[in-house]
């Protein structure tokens, strides 16, 4: 068990609907990060947050977006669902601000999207 | 085009066998990570290398950082079933980005 908990661990649902996928980082980890895990495209970076502020993006889609919240849990939101949307989405957390801290990665959300 | 290509994709080994997987870069990283994921789970940390030329032993796993930081390997001595997964490697990039190659699934059969 990593400490980084995943909701929900599945989902289906349809073209151009949207869902949010949440993620609770480790107690004390400030950082939370997103990946989205496809057959095609391996671990892809999404985007970065720090203590509630953005830090880093990677290749996150427009119709994307996340934030962190307060108490540092943190939301990916997916709208205008596409089929190529469907992928594994890991959450990761991390107590440092760069990479020079190990990163715990949830077990993920499976989103399938018909 | 992966910025981390690794090798090979996809290695299927009996049990007791030794192996290599390599990540490969054409750039340079400060520092390059491996990762051992099993199915329905996250990817979990095997090894941080920082140093070009570094090696690092865990268990029967070494990992070696070349010494350009360019690329890495992973030998696995007397591999078992307990090994099978997805290894990946990962590099810091651009800042905060950690890049991770395509992985290599090893299935190590009894």
């Known amino acids: 068990d990593s400490g980084v908990t995943q909701t929900p661990k599945h989902l289906i649902t349809a073209t151009g609907q949207r869902v949010t996928l949440r993620c609770s980082p480790r107690?004390?980890?400030?950082?939370v990060y997103w990946y989205q895990q496809s057959l095609d495209q391996g671990l892809q970076f999404l985007i970065q947050?720090?203590?509630?502020?953005?830090?880093a993006k990677g290749n996150i889609l427009e119709r994307f977006s996340a934030q962190q919240f307060p108490d540092l849990h943190s939301e990916l939101n997916l709208s205008s669902l596409e089929l190529g949307d469907s992928a594994l989405y890991f959450c990761?957390?991390?107590?440092?601000?760069?990479?020079?801290?190990?990163?715990?990665f949830g077990e993920g959300s499976r989103l399938t999207v018909l | 085009t992966q910025l981390l290509e690794q090798s090979p994709q996809f290695l299927s080994i009996q049990e007791g066998e030794n192996l290599t997987v390599y990540c490969n870069s054409s750039?340079?990283?400060?520092?390059l990570q491996w990762y051992r994921q099993e199915p329905g789970e996250g990817p979990v940390l095997l090894v941080t290398?920082?140093?070009?030329?570094e090696v690092k032993k865990l268990k029967r796993l070494t990992f070696q950082f070349g010494d350009a930081r360019k690329d890495s390997s992973l030998h696995i001595t007397a591999a078992q079933p307990g090994d099978t997964g997805l290894y990946l490697c990962?590099?810091?990039?651009?800042?905060?980005?950690?890049?991770f190659g395509a992985g290599t699934i090893l299935r190590v059969k009894s």
């Open positions: 990761a957390s991390s107590l440092s601000v760069d990479l020079t801290g190990e990163l715990f």
């Open positions: 107690s004390g980890d400030l950082s």
């Open positions: 947050y720090y203590n509630g502020e953005e830090r």
């Open positions: 750039s340079v990283f400060s520092s």
């Open positions: 290398v920082v140093t070009g030329g």
């Open positions: 990962a590099g810091g990039w651009d800042g905060n980005k950690l890049v």
